[in-house]
């Protein structure tokens, strides 16, 4: 038990990041990394103390909480995939990145001429240093 312990807490380096999941917070997150794999992360409770509001740190929500065991789970999808059948039947093929690529940006381009840049800007900024983006 010990040695699982002590092992879970080797690593070799650690990053700040975010997840930036279209989330307005861009929670920062302290993460543990052995050979370049993320082990565990956690929130980094950095965010500055503001007269009269109650204290947020640590700041993180469920989706990011979650986000290292999605990275390497068996449901995960590694290559591009295009829809074969109706919407919600479940029916998908491969396809390239070549192809996967042009029909993304055809979308952008598309989504942009029709609604404006505003629907497909995400901003992922945060302020106070620089973070890896997720």
Do not use: F
Request: hydrophobic share 30%; proline share 3%; with cysteine.
């Amino acid at each position: 038990m010990e040695s699982h312990y002590r092992r879970r807490w080797t690593y070799d380096q650690v990053l700040w990041a975010s997840h930036c999941g279209n989330c307005i917070a861009n929670c920062t997150y302290r993460l543990y990394m052995r050979d370049g794999k993320v082990l565990h992360e956690e929130q980094s409770g950095n965010l500055p103390s503001i007269g009269g509001i109650p204290d947020m740190n640590p700041l993180g929500c469920q989706k990011g909480a979650s986000w290292v065991t999605q990275l390497d789970g068996g449901d995960r999808i590694l290559h591009p995939m295009r829809r074969k059948g109706e919407r919600g039947s479940g029916e998908w093929e491969r396809i390239g990145w070549d192809e996967a690529l042009d029909s993304i940006a055809d979308a952008i381009i598309d989504a942009v001429h029709e609604q404006g840049t505003q629907s497909i800007l995400v901003d992922c900024e945060a302020e106070g240093g620089q973070l890896n983006a997720i």
